[in-house]
């Protein structure tokens, strides 16, 4: 079986591209990180768009990344009928929203803090823990209605004031997911409970059943 | 008593560093939005409340402007607007 | 009035820098000095006694010290800056942070930790800005925040203290000092120079009053910052780069002096060419500014030297400019379009005056009265130390980089996984506040070693933050010695190397003297099959080791022993006395416990000199040389000890009164 191919995209400000690297690494895949003014992404089957604070997150979190030239690159493969999986760690998810590729938007916590804790959160028929690292993750849309299609990740003790409790989407369709759980924190960790594999191991089904790997 | 409604707008101090304001500068250079930018960044504030007449109002708002909106030894306030309801 | 007296050098200073100068300073020069002489760089009060420690590791002049794991070594220090908190709490505790980063950085170490121990009156403006700025900066920098403590007293009204620790990891070979060579171009890289932060040196050398004025104030950038530390481990890690400094206190001035200084060269610096902020920006200004996110390079004079700068600096989208040269001769000139500022001889400004200090009268708290356990014990659940710190520590990444196997989120000290050498590191900050200057350095030198080896981690070594009030009061001199003696002695005895430190002093206002704070981080190492993880549960039975409270080395180093070979789960206790200690460390599993012991004393006394082992119902304990007595179990709903009994669940309420 040939690799899966992944870009981390490290943007300035991105303060988990090193741990994300490592734990895709720990998956076998074939990984590089690139930065977002790359424009030749058809090649990779996974794109990840890493947490931290992209250009300071001074403005709005996600909002200044969302210029990049990778991010019109993402948009570009989304219209055509190449497939490419996209995921979006905290800020990634932060840009994801930003840039219109998943529905709502993610403002301050409903604390106004910073919060760092282990969530225990469902997907997929399962429940698992996986840490939060985030200041502005309350999601927020206004109709369950324009939700409906995705798939969600859900909080099982909302820890930030979501809507709907959700911690992250994964829309089939494009598949692109945005998560503000860290999954790369709880993958290659000695000590730590492992919960991120779930979410690869989902990942990697759906490229298979997609014809992407 | 009388109600009276504020707009307020307090930034960092002209000198000092604002990393936020450097930021957008930075960004609307970059993409041809604004030649030769120069951005301030700061916080507006919508406030209303009762006093007995403007001079009172003046006072108090300048009070909450110094004490809590803002450290007087690195940002200054602004009313943008006062009105008397 | 004249110059010096307005920029606080005192007459018997200015006296000093005119004797060895064999000439008045003109007026460049005097600002050059009211800097390089103050406190907070010169360390005058201190630099006599501060090198007394035991200390192995060889990088005494640099600005960290380091402990060597395998190929590797692990610098970390501590600093405070209180005075910056103390007038802008969010600016002061994000460039505090901002700081301790760029000393770790300068030796081309990549910063994967960090602590704080922070200490207020109340939960109000100062904690609110410090524990924010902490939040906003130490979070986007990528180094997670892995242990810390937070301290609510009287005694720090308006009077914050705010110690921040910062450690990295570099590769032996890697590693890069701050000492020039000749022939070396003056690199600065990062934020552009402004008028924020002027002059903060002289500023933390004197006590807090009216006049500490905006111009103290520094701007934390995070985000620059976090471009600085990627640009300067790329650069730091060229052969091109001879040495490196961090713009901390007195900036451009400090970091280049020291540089040629510890190097045995002299420099020579351009200040037109400096990128500054705002064009009429003054010389001295230039020299003196503390505008953060800069760091100054050596490096060859040569184009492709030149060129690396250049084109790491444009992928990092950070300013760069080269500001000076080093020369043969050993002196610190300074240029503007030309024209000679001042020239010292580098030996004078580097190398201030050092204060001889006199013992005097002991400064001693009356002691406790003794009050039943039924008071004490309400007293206990009152304080405001007494509840969890949850609602502090949640709001710091503990966890970015995935390095952090353990932290607070999981009732523990800091460990991580060092995958650069497959091996642990723990850590731990702490600060005993009691009766006198020398319990405190013993009770928090005791209290951080018991710490690391409860999780099985031996101590390798420590850095130390000592706050003081005003050095020219006759019984604080007293107590610094007290203190500079006391961890001199231990770090003998026990054979830990002080690697690095700081000295705070001045920490008083017209109403508030600050009584001695003395901040102590540990660091130590293990493998994997060492680590005891914490964990408790119901019916766990309680044994007390070493139950007569006494210590020294010996029976310290049986007691390690005794709990590396048997691994059991075990905690040492703090200053909430046995009972606080146990009620924090069950309470976060939801448990409560009976026991009763035979010296009632020793139900609250702070910091009791044994440890807490918890063993599985049915187990029977090794032997031990230490005696070990049981002393009670672990409880479903009731906290039970001598003939009191408490539901937890009303233990809660006050054990989670700052809640969200």
């Known amino acids: ?213 | ?85 | 009035m004249e110059l010096y007296k307005k920029l606080n050098i005192s007459d018997f200073l200015y006296e000093d820098i005119i004797c060895r100068l064999k000439r008045k300073p003109n007026d460049f020069e005097t600002y050059l000095f009211s800097a390089m002489h103050s406190e907070h760089c010169g360390y005058m009060h201190s630099k006599n006694y501060i090198k007394d420690f035991y200390n192995k590791n060889n990088h005494k002049d640099e600005n960290a010290g380091s402990i060597k794991i395998k190929d590797h070594h692990l610098f970390f220090k501590i600093e405070s800056h209180n005075h910056p908190c103390a007038i802008e709490p969010y600016q002061g505790s994000m460039t505090g942070i901002g700081g301790i980063v760029r000393d770790i950085l300068a030796l081309n170490a990549r910063p994967i930790a960090l602590m704080n121990s922070i200490k207020f009156e109340n939960t109000g403006y100062h904690f609110q800005g410090v524990v924010k700025g902490i939040s906003d900066y130490g979070n986007s920098i990528g180094a997670a925040t892995i242990s810390g403590e937070t301290i609510f007293d009287e005694a720090f009204k308006d009077l914050p203290i705010v110690n921040v620790f910062a450690a990295g990891i570099v590769k032996k070979d890697k590693i890069k000092l701050s000492k020039a060579k000749k022939d070396c171009l003056i690199v600065l890289l990062g934020s552009k120079t402004g008028v924020d932060g002027l002059n903060g040196a002289n500023f933390a050398s004197n006590p807090l009053d009216e006049n500490s004025n905006r111009q103290s104030v520094q701007i934390g950038d995070p985000y620059t910052k976090n471009k600085l530390i990627e640009a300067t481990l790329k650069i730091n890690s060229s052969k091109n780069t001879i040495a490196c400094q961090d713009l901390g206190a007195s900036g451009i001035l400090s970091s280049t002096s020291e540089m040629a200084y510890k190097g045995n060269v002299g420099i020579e610096l351009y200040l037109e060419k400096v990128h500054t902020q705002i064009p009429n920006i003054k010389p001295s200004e230039i020299m003196l500014s503390e505008s953060q996110e800069r760091m100054a390079f050596a490096i060859k004079n040569t184009p492709k030297a030149i060129e690396e700068i250049e084109k790491i600096a444009r992928e990092y989208e950070l300013e760069y400019s080269i500001i000076g040269k080093t020369t043969n001769d050993k002196h610190y000139k300074v240029f503007y379009n030309n024209e000679l500022l001042g020239d010292i001889e580098l030996e004078i400004l580097c190398n201030p005056y050092g204060y001889i200090l006199k013992e005097g009268k002991q400064n001693k708290k009356p002691e406790n009265k003794n009050l039943d356990l039924k008071r004490q014990f309400e007293n206990l659940i009152q304080n405001k130390n007494f509840s969890s710190k949850a609602f502090i520590y949640e709001q710091f990444d503990q966890n970015v980089k995935a390095r952090t196997c353990f932290s607070q989120n999981d009732n523990m000290i800091g460990i991580q996984y060092l995958k650069e050498t497959n091996s642990f590191v723990g850590y731990i900050i702490h600060s005993a506040l009691g009766d006198t200057a020398k319990n405190n350095v013993k009770n928090t030198f005791l209290h951080c070693y018991r710490s690391l080896v409860s999780c099985g981690i031996e101590p390798k070594g420590l850095t130390n933050c000592l706050n003081f009030s005003n050095p020219n009061y006759i019984e604080v001199q007293n107590d610094f010695l007290e203190t500079i003696e006391t961890l001199k002695n231990l770090s003998f005895e026990y054979k830990l190397p002080v690697v690095s430190g700081n000295v705070s002093f001045y920490n008083e206002t017209k109403e508030n003297k600050l009584k001695p704070v003395t901040t102590l981080a540990f660091v130590g190492c293990a493998n994997k099959k060492n680590i005891i993880p914490f964990a408790l549960k119901k019916d766990y039975e309680i044994y007390l080791l070493n139950p007569n409270d006494q210590t020294n080395f010996k029976i310290e180093n049986e007691m390690k022993k005794y709990i590396f070979k048997n691994k059991y789960i075990t905690c040492p206790i703090g200053s909430l006395g046995l009972i606080g200690t146990l009620i924090k460390k069950s309470l976060f599993y939801n448990l409560g416990f009976e026991i009763n012991l035979e010296n009632k004393e020793f139900y609250f006394k702070p910091y009791l000199n044994s440890y807490l082992i918890f063993i599985p119902k049915g187990q029977t304990p090794e032997k031990s040389k230490i005696p070990l007595c049981y002393i009670g179990k672990l409880v479903d709903d009731k906290i039970k000890f001598d003939n009191l009994s408490y539901d937890i669940e009303d233990i809660k309420k006050h054990y989670q009164k700052f809640g969200n």
């Not at chain 1, 840009?95 to 403002?107: P, R």
């Open chain 2, 1 to 85: 008593m009388k109600t009276f409604k504020f707009k307020i707008a307090t930034k960092l101090k002209e000198e000092i560093k604002d990393p936020k304001g450097i930021v957008i500068e930075d960004i609307s250079k970059k993409l041809e939005i604004l030649n030769s930018p120069k951005i301030k960044a700061g916080k507006y504030y919508e406030i209303s409340f009762e006093a007995k007449d403007k001079q009172e109002a003046d006072e108090k708002i300048k009070l909450l402007a110094v004490d809590i909106l803002t450290n007087p030894i690195i940002e200054t306030f602004e009313v943008i607007e006062s009105i008397e309801l």
């Open chain 1, 1 to 213: 079986m040939t690799k899966i191919k992944a870009a981390i995209v490290d943007f300035l400000g991105s303060n988990c591209t090193i741990e994300t690297y490592d734990a895709l690494k720990s998956r076998k895949y074939e990984v590089e990180i690139i930065k977002p003014d790359e424009s030749n992404i058809e090649k990779y089957n996974l794109i990840v768009l890493p947490g931290g604070f992209s250009y300071g997150d001074y403005v709005k979190a996600g909002r200044i990344a969302k210029f990049s030239p990778v991010v019109e690159e993402i948009k570009k493969i989304n219209k055509s009928n190449k497939k490419v999986f996209v995921l979006g760690i905290c800020n990634g998810f932060q840009i994801l929203t930003e840039s219109g590729f998943l529905k709502g938007a993610l403002i301050e916590n409903i604390t106004d803090k910073f919060i760092c804790r282990d969530v225990l959160v469902n997907f997929n028929n399962q429940n698992f823990t996986l840490p939060i690292a985030h200041k502005e993750g309350r999601y927020y849309i206004e109709n369950f209605e324009d939700i409906k299609d995705y798939e969600i990740i859900k909080y099982i003790d909302n820890p930030n004031g979501s809507k709907f409790d959700i911690a992250g989407l994964y829309d089939k369709k494009t598949l692109i997911m945005g998560l503000m759980p860290h999954p790369e924190r709880n993958m290659i960790t000695p000590f730590k409970a492992k919960g991120g594999s779930i979410i690869f191991d989902f990942i990697e089904n759906e490229m298979r059943q997609n014809g992407i790997i």
